[in-house]
């Protein structure tokens, strides 16, 4: 009641950097355990600054997550 568990991170080895850190598995499975306790998860993507488009391996590999996940109807 009145307080939620967050965590805000980056895809990529560290922010703003190309690529992904984690295997789709151990994200989804991270992810997961953290919404099914209630937590809420924010993936940072990295922008290119030059075109203002997101990585593409990283813009990837979020849809894939988050077409495993359940909806939560909202």
Do not use: Y
Request: some cysteine; overall charge positive.
């Amino acid at each position: 009641p009145g307080l939620q568990w967050h965590v805000l991170t980056h895809l990529g080895p560290t922010w703003n950097v190309p690529g992904c850190r984690f295997s789709d598995a151990v994200l989804l499975d991270w992810v997961r355990a953290a919404t099914e306790k209630g937590g809420c998860v924010t993936l940072g993507l990295r922008i290119d600054m030059r075109n203002g488009r997101l990585d593409a391996v990283q813009a990837d590999q979020f849809r894939r997550v988050r077409t495993a996940l359940p909806s939560t109807g909202q």
